[in-house]
T-cell receptor
């Protein structure tokens, strides 16, 4: 199975800050890497697919990059509504696997 | 508007059985792979199973193989998860999710609100 790790596990930032979350795969997943946002008590929401493609309706302050084993989710200017847990997910092979999540809150 | 609505969760004893359902609307159900994804209380996301558009191909995470069965009824726009011989570690919110690919494998682009399954005696 492909193991996914994320760093940091949590972070606190101020409104307007640039936030970067890293996801690493235990083997190459090419561009088969996606990012989700989950708020408490809610279902996850797809933000980025194929490492860098913004899902329709997602604000442009979210962006993704990377390929192979190392990926990054960036929020260019953190907004209060971005407080949530963020998960990466690989779809290169089954079983499909998620990272453990990164919790983002306001400082 | 795409909608996915899960039902069937509840309390079940270890070793027991439960069937989850997901009613979908707002898109052509038979055009999409579908999935179940679960989340144990306070934990992260875990993919459980996928089913192809025609129901002929099914894929499972190792921990549920032989115990869970994913199925679908395209005529009724419904997805199911038959859970047999459940274990305490199956306690989770179970989400129904639509799978989209865009050439990048299984991406979950729409989710239901989830249904809670609690395995306890």
């Amino acid at each position: 199975d492909i193991q996914m790790t994320q760093s940091p596990s949590s972070l606190s930032a101020s409104v307007g800050d640039r936030v970067t979350i890293t996801c690493r795969a235990s083997q190459s997943v090419s561009l088969y890497l996606h990012w989700y946002q989950q708020k408490p008590g809610k279902a996850p929401k797809l933000l980025i697919f194929g490492a860098s493609h913004l899902q329709s309706g997602v604000p442009s302050r979210f962006s993704g990059s990377g390929s192979g084993t190392d990926f990054t989710l960036t929020i260019t200017s953190l907004q209060p509504e971005d407080c949530a847990t963020y998960y990466c997910q690989q779809s290169y092979i089954t079983p499909l696997t998620f990272g453990p999540g990164t919790k983002v809150d306001l400082k | 508007e795409v909608q996915l609505v899960e039902s069937g969760g509840g309390l079940v004893q270890p070793g027991g059985s439960l069937t989850l359902s997901c009613a979908v609307s707002g898109f052509t159900f038979s055009d999409y792979y579908m999935s179940w994804v679960r989340q144990a209380p306070g934990k992260g996301l875990e993919w459980v199973a996928n089913i192809k558009e025609d129901g002929n191909n099914k894929y499972y995470v190792g921990s549920v193989k032989g115990r869970f069965t994913i199925s679908r009824d395209n005529a009724k726009n419904s997805l199911f998860l038959q859970m047999n011989n459940v274990r305490r570690e199956d306690t989770a919110v179970y989400y129904c999710a639509r799978v989209n690919s865009w050439g990048y494998g299984s991406t979950f682009d729409n989710w239901g609100q989830g249904t809670l399954v609690t395995v306890s005696s």
